[in-house]
Each structure stands twice: as C-alpha cells, then as structure tokens.
C-alpha cells in the first residue's frame, strides 16, 4: 500500500514538473519573439512617429529633455513590438492552457478571442482615423493670444496611445456581454430592460469626450450605440440557443 502511494506521489511530481517544463519553454519562446519584435519596431519607429504626427498637421512639437524623444522611440518600439508579437504570445498562452480545457471551453475561448482581437483593431482604428483629429481640433481651439501652444512630443504620443487603448476596449464592449450572459451574471431580458439608461449613459459619455457640438456627440455616441446593440443581437442568440439545448435534453 505504501509503495502505491509513493508511485501516485511520483506521478503527482512527475505532472507538476511537466507542467513548469512546458511553462518555461513557452516564456522562453515568448520572450525571445518579444525581444526581436521590439528590435525590428523600432527600426519602424520614425514611420511610425510620422504617422501619429501627420494627425496634427498645425501643431509644432518640442522635446523639453535630451532623451525625450529617444524614449519616445523606445516606447514607440515597445508597444509595436507587444502588438506585432501578441498573435504569438496569445498562442503560447493557449498551447499551455487548451490540454486542460473542455472541448466547449476550447470553443468559447478561441471564438472570445478571435471576434474580440477584431473589434479591438476597429476600435482603434476608428479612434485614429475619427476620434484623435476631432479631439485635437477642440483642445487645441482653446487658445489665446498671451499663451503660446509648446507641445512636448511625448505628452502628444501619451495621449494618442491612451486614447487609441481606451477606444479599442470600449469596441470590447459585444465581448464582455456576451461573457457575462454566456456566464449568467446579467441576463438579455435585464440588459434589453434598460435599454434606455443605457443610451441615455453613453450619450453622456459622448458628450463629456467630445466637443459641445452635437454632429461630434452624434459621432461617437453611434459607434458605441451600435456595439450595444451588437452585443445584444449576440448575447440573445447564445441565449436562445442554451435555451434550445436545454429543452432538447429536458425532452430526452
């Protein structure tokens, strides 16, 4: 009996020590394409600082510290390098994680990343090509002639990632309802119910994040409206068909 046990105690181990085995080379493959994703973005990062600047063709930047804008490139690089790494990155995650999953998990998971990774390049997307020029062009109309606009560079590249980051979690938004219904936190009849409050807060967001101009509030309130409703149609259909399943075993 003794010598079972310690066979089952060795087998314990031996799975633990397989799992940190298979952890370690998964960190290992993810840092070294981290590393060289960072290397290769920053011979990018001017590009790229092009671009961002290009938002704001009637504003003047300055670097106020010898290293400024050299730490604006390595932040530049840093983000690009988690961006173009992050399809890899999230594979090495799942190779770890999927052998204890259930086949329905799997399923559930993969689609949540997928549809999720999509909505948030649109969010950003969006944020860039719409939101940046309309917020730019309301902060920087509060001008007078005592005070002389100095723009360092690195707040300007703060603000565009912030921006751009906020954005594309805010397009997260069908995602995390259809989690929460699909985990039975809310259900569509509590989201459906209100319904209107909830337009009502994001038409007060809107107004709070853009200027006092009703075309701009209109702008953003309707891409967030629509991911809404998006969210909606989505946590219904996967409601309806639980609610299908269940019935069909009730019925057996």
Do not use: C
Not at 71 to 94: D, E, R, T
Not at 161 to 189: H, K
């Amino acid at each position: 009996m003794m010598r079972k046990k310690q066979e089952k105690d060795d087998a314990k181990s031996l799975t633990l020590v397989e799992h940190l085995t298979e952890l370690r080379k998964r960190l290992i493959y993810s840092s070294v394409v981290l590393i060289v994703s960072v290397f290769v973005s920053y011979n990018f990062s001017e590009v790229i600082v092009r671009y961002i600047i290009d938002i704001a063709p009637n504003i003047n930047f300055v670097f106020i510290a010898p290293a400024e804008l050299l730490l604006s490139y390595v932040k530049i690089a840093v983000i690009s390098g988690f961006v173009v790494s992050a399809p890899f990155l999230i594979l090495q995650i799942w190779i770890f994680v999927s052998p204890g999953l259930k086949k329905k998990e799997k399923r559930t998971i993969a689609t949540s990343l997928f549809v999720g990774g999509i909505f948030f390049i649109a969010g950003v997307v969006f944020a860039f090509l719409v939101v940046l020029p309309i917020m730019l062009q309301f902060f920087m109309g509060f001008q007078i002639e005592e005070i002389e606009e100095m723009i360092s560079f690195s707040s300007y590249l703060t603000f565009v990632i912030n921006t751009l980051l906020s954005f594309g979690i805010i397009f997260e938004l069908p995602i995390i309802m259809v989690i929460l219904t699909r985990f039975r936190i809310i259900s569509v009849s509590f989201i459906k119910k209100n319904r209107k409050y909830t337009i009502l807060i994001i038409f007060i967001v809107a107004a709070i994040l853009t200027p006092p101009e009703v075309i701009t509030q209109i702008l953003l309130a309707v891409p967030m409206i629509l991911l809404f409703e998006v969210g909606v149609l989505f946590a219904s259909l996967i409601e309806r068909k639980e609610k299908k399943k269940k019935a069909e075993l009730d019925d057996n």
